[in-house]
């Protein structure tokens, strides 16, 4: 199947750390993707990772990936208002294909 | 670096009539892929090429729908005779794909396609 899953909304304090989850199913997938959307805006490629390594850090960005339960989460340290958006999860299918999650709307409350 | 340029950002239109969408991909990516978007979901894979090759289709690409790229370069989709549920935005994205890397796709801004 292809199916990706996440929470529909995450409410976070500003300061506060973020944290997204998302399963998916395809155990040969070679990478999984965060990316961000604003209102009425395309998907901003936020960050991706290698099925091989089990955490990237990028910034306030942390990805970890639990291979075998096929778990993907981000860590966004340090919420701003700014980052108040829709965060999709996303698996490769394939050498060409990304199936998305229906995304986790993030708001982020003074 | 001037990223994924869709044009136009915005078509409304009546039901029936023919639609055309254009993307640039990044410059030296041969990768181009088109997703449909509804609301309150994530983008659904359409078609992609490489290079002028379309190699996959989604069977969510009816024929009323025809994407091209000529000359490797920019990217058109067609909807004929539009149906009330071709509203939707439409992603274009690209690649390098070639390496590690290829599948690593960035998007554009997206055309919002409301069909009355």
């Known amino acids: 199947g292809e199916d990706v899953e996440q929470s529909l909304f995450l409410s976070v304090r500003e300061g506060d750390s973020s944290v997204i989850n998302c399963t998916y199913t395809d155990s040969s997938s070679t990478y999984l993707y965060w990316y961000k959307q604003e209102p009425g805006a395309g998907l901003q490629l936020l960050t991706y990772?290698?099925?091989?390594?089990d955490m990237k850090q990028d910034q306030r960005l942390t990805v970890l990936l639990n291979k075998k339960d096929k778990h993907l989460s981000l860590r966004i340290a340090d919420t701003q208002t700014g980052d108040s958006a829709i965060y999709f999860c996303?698996?490769?299918?394939?050498?060409?294909?990304?199936?998305f999650g229906a995304g986790t709307t993030v708001t982020v409350r003074a | 670096d001037t990223g994924v340029s869709q044009n136009p950002r915005h078509k409304i239109t009546k039901r029936g009539q023919n639609v055309t969408f254009r993307c640039d991909p990044i410059?030296?990516?041969?990768?181009l892929y088109w997703y449909r978007q509804t609301l309150g979901q994530g983008p659904e894979f359409l078609t992609y090429?490489?290079?002028?090759?379309?190699?996959?289709k989604s069977r969510l690409l009816s024929d009323r729908f025809s994407a091209e790229r000529p000359k490797g370069s920019f990217s058109t989709l067609e909807i004929q005779r539009t149906e009330q549920g071709d509203s939707a935005m439409y992603l274009c994205?690209?690649?390098f794909g070639q390496g590690l890397d290829k599948n690593i796709q960035y998007f554009g801004a997206g055309t919002r396609l409301s069909v009355l």
């Open positions: 994205a690209s690649s």
């Open positions: 996303a698996e490769s299918i394939g050498d060409y294909k990304l199936s």
């Open positions: 410059s030296e990516h041969n990768r």
């Open positions: 090429f490489q290079n002028e090759a379309q190699l996959e």
């Open positions: 990772i290698f099925s091989n390594m």
